[in-house]
């Protein structure tokens, strides 16, 4: 099979529709770092978050009080059965909703919503308008490892510091520019275009899935009197065509410090959008994201509405001055706001701001 040829965008299209239910993730891998486990295909899953090293206690019943049947680790997978609400008040926690594996409770705001949805490899790579290889892809299992290229002296915060092992997560957004076969297995070459020391990384092609154009096509874009509003207080995000409020979701925006908001009030334009960054600030001691996806940065000192894929405490402020979402409201809210972005790059920088929509962010 030559793995360098070229295909047509009609031909990427049909590949990137196939169905990829039936398949399972094989059992060989090029290294132990690569390995990936063979989860139920599309069942609800959910990731173990936290600090490196992070561990939680599950428990019989749906609270703190209840006995603990079992111990989970930063990036164990679990099942998730169902969710339920807490059978006894936190009242340290707004939110009082759990999940409940086959081996006991877990409060949800430790886990991400994940699923394994693994997908058929292409066989080439597409071409770009000027007829460079490259595709946009998501990660749609719930972790999988990286075969990292190149020296690892240089290679990002996020890679050294997991010991050699590090993980790519669900929901995360990539740019792919290269495949190869190893060990009869399709990998395809991962990096980020933006915001990201030039970090490149072989990755098992089935953990990831192709994003076509027509997925991250504008929605109404011809609708000019556009605005989100975010209310600090309430922790939520409102978009509005007129006066008619078109999407709602939850939001986790920036903390207090030093008695002052991290997420400031006031009404700016949309300036930048792009389907993926990576985002760190404040060194070693910081943090450190890649493959932030669908990214809308808003406000002159960088914050940004953005998919948040390391927590799972949405209406509690968390991030520093950001505007955190669930993937798929994140993605809408991008598609929906103005200025459009082209596939190809994937990223915006608007040159003023007569085209852009604009973000309203209140206190009560």
């Not at 749906?62 to 603990?68: C, I, L, Y």
């Not at 980020?192 to 154009?213: L, M, Q």
């Not at 669908?294 to 509405?305: C, D, L, N, S, V």
Request: proline letters at 7%; a negative charge; aromatic letters at 12%.
């Amino acid at each position: 099979m030559n793995l360098n040829a070229n295909i047509s965008r009609r031909d990427f299209l049909k590949l990137t529709g196939l169905a990829a239910g039936s398949l399972l993730l094989p059992a060989r891998k090029t290294s132990a770092a690569m390995l990936l486990q063979e989860w139920p295909v599309g069942a609800n899953l959910g990731r173990v978050l936290g600090d490196i090293g992070t561990y939680f206690e599950l428990r019989s019943e749906p609270n703190f009080n209840a006995p603990v049947t079992k111990g989970v680790w930063r990036d164990d997978i679990l099942e998730v059965k169902q969710v339920v609400i807490a059978n006894q008040l936190d009242p340290n926690r707004y939110k009082q909703r759990w999940y409940e594996t086959p081996d006991g409770f877990i409060n949800a705001i430790f886990v991400q919503p994940v699923k394994n949805m693994p997908n058929q490899p292409i066989s080439a790579m597409p071409l770009d308008n000027e007829g460079r290889p490259g595709m946009w892809v998501e990660v749609s299992v719930p972790k999988v490892g990286i075969e990292y290229s190149g020296s690892w002296d240089n290679a990002s915060h996020w890679i050294k510091s997991r010991f050699g092992s590090p993980f790519l997560y669900y929901s995360q957004v990539y740019w792919a520019s290269d495949i190869r076969m190893r060990d009869g297995q399709t990998q395809y070459l991962l990096s980020e275009k933006y915001g990201a020391a030039p970090d490149n990384y072989w990755v098992d092609a089935r953990a990831c899935r192709p994003i076509s154009e027509e997925e991250v096509a504008p929605i109404h874009p011809d609708v000019g009197d556009k605005k989100v509003l975010i209310n600090l207080d309430y922790q939520t995000v409102q978009c509005f065509e007129g006066s008619r409020e078109v999407y709602f979701s939850e939001t986790s925006t920036g903390w207090f410090k030093e008695g002052k908001r991290l997420t400031p009030v006031g009404t700016t334009p949309v300036w930048r959008k792009l389907m993926s960054l990576h985002m760190s600030a404040y060194g070693d001691e910081g943090y450190d994201l890649p493959g932030v996806a669908w990214t809308t940065i808003f406000h002159p000192e960088g914050q940004a509405i953005h998919t948040a894929y390391w927590h799972n405490d949405f209406i509690n402020p968390l991030s520093n001055g950001c505007i955190n979402l669930l993937p798929h409201d994140a993605k809408w809210i991008w598609r929906w706001i103005n200025p459009q972005v082209g596939y190809y790059p994937g990223e915006l920088t608007v040159s003023g701001s007569a085209q852009s929509t604009f973000v309203q962010v209140i206190e009560r």
